[in-house]
């Protein structure tokens, strides 16, 4: 007889547990002041031509403006960052290989000119690399949430697509396709 108890002593268990609460009011608290929050900050809008001119490492001036005509791949890169070390060597054969494609590397990293230039000896690219300061990187284009951040210009100077994470020849020429450039097959 105890053992048929046991149920019905947990169905009644169980019921009593889900009883809904007293109708009372909610007892008033003090008021708390809210928490400090941070003021917003207003995002300039991107002009739609970007503006990028800058002093690469080998000490030459580049002007994205004086490129105009040509594809250009814009690469925000890091010489810790692992996926960006891996895309150099096909963004270096892309540069070479495509004369309607030029890229143009931005190392965002704290490092000085002659590190850079020593690092390069490791790692040999045939396109112009500039260092970005991290603190005041170029204002036309947003400051990246991530590296690899890869820029697609288009001939007209207009960005025509942007690419957060590593990116192959074929994602920049298919990307180059899809905007009416020439087809690579």
């Given amino acids: 007889m105890k053992m048929r108890l046991l149920p019905v002593l947990f169905v009644v268990l169980a019921l009593a547990s889900c009883k809904q609460p ?19 900050v207003e995002a300039k809008p991107k002009p ?10 080998d000490g030459t001036e ?13 690469n925000f890169w890091a010489t810790w ?12 054969a892309l540069d070479a290989m495509r004369e309607h494609i030029e890229v143009l590397g931005l190392a965002y990293e704290e490092i000085e ?5 020593e690092f390069l000896k490791e790692h040999p690219v045939v396109y112009p690399i ?3 300061d991290v603190y005041n990187p ?8 991530g590296l690899p951040m890869t820029y ?24 180059i396709a899809a905007a009416g450039g020439p087809k690579i097959g």
């Fill in 48 to 57: 739609e031509l970007p503006d990028l001119r800058l002093a690469t490492i």
């Fill in 130 to 132: 500039a260092v970005v």
């Fill in 81 to 92: 960052c692992s996926p960006c070390l891996k895309e150099m060597p096909e963004l270096s």
């Fill in 113 to 117: 000119p002659a590190s850079m230039r």
């Fill in 152 to 175: 697609l210009i288009a001939p007209d100077g207009k960005v025509a697509k942007q690419f957060l994470g590593p990116v192959t020849a074929k994602d920049i020429e298919s990307a």
């Fill in 62 to 74: 580049y002007d994205l403006a004086a490129h105009r005509g040509k594809w250009v791949v814009v």
């Fill in 138 to 145: 170029p204002a036309d284009f947003a400051t990246p949430r």
């Fill in 22 to 40: 007293a109708t009372e009011p909610p007892k008033a608290e003090a008021p708390v002041a809210p928490a400090p929050t941070a003021k917003p």
